[in-house]
């Protein structure tokens, strides 16, 4: 059975930084895609940073791009999201979601081909006061 798990949520001034886990149990970090997405409340969910193995492919989305920073810990089938310069659009409950296998580029998971994104954490909230 597949799970994941976030955390790293918090309360952070504008400006300061975050790095939000996702903890994978279930599959392993060969062939796999995982994304991280958040919703503000009122808005719709939108595609953050995502990593395919089909390419190698990493996206980040332009809102935080040069900001926020995707990576993994394959021996502790664990990835992260590293976000600097906190602002208060960021405000949202940030999501994991994976699969594995890959089918798809990044860009297409964290886009149209959300829905390819099997798996899914109940997310943790973060929040940014101006």
């Known amino acids: 059975e597949v799970q994941l798990v976030e955390s790293g949520g918090g309360l952070v001034q504008a400006g300061g930084s975050l790095r939000l886990s996702c903890a994978a149990s279930?599959?392993?970090?060969?062939?796999?895609?995982i994304g991280w997405f958040r919703q503000a409340p009122g808005k719709e969910r939108e595609g953050v940073s995502c990593?395919?193995?089909?390419?190698?492919?990493?996206y980040y989305a332009d809102s935080v791009k040069g900001r926020f920073t995707i990576s993994s810990d394959n021996a502790k089938n664990t990835v992260y999201l590293q976000m600097n310069s906190l602002q208060p659009e960021d405000t949202a409950v940030y999501y994991c979601?994976?699969?594995?296998?890959?089918?798809?580029?990044?860009?297409?998971?964290?886009?149209?081909?959300?829905?390819?994104?099997?798996?899914w954490g109940k997310g943790t909230l973060v929040t940014v006061s101006s």
């Open positions: 979601a994976a699969v594995a296998p890959a089918f798809y580029s990044a860009r297409d998971y964290c886009g149209p081909y959300y829905y390819g994104l099997k798996f």
């Open positions: 279930g599959f392993t970090f060969d062939d796999y895609a």
């Open positions: 990593f395919s193995s089909v390419q190698g492919s990493t």
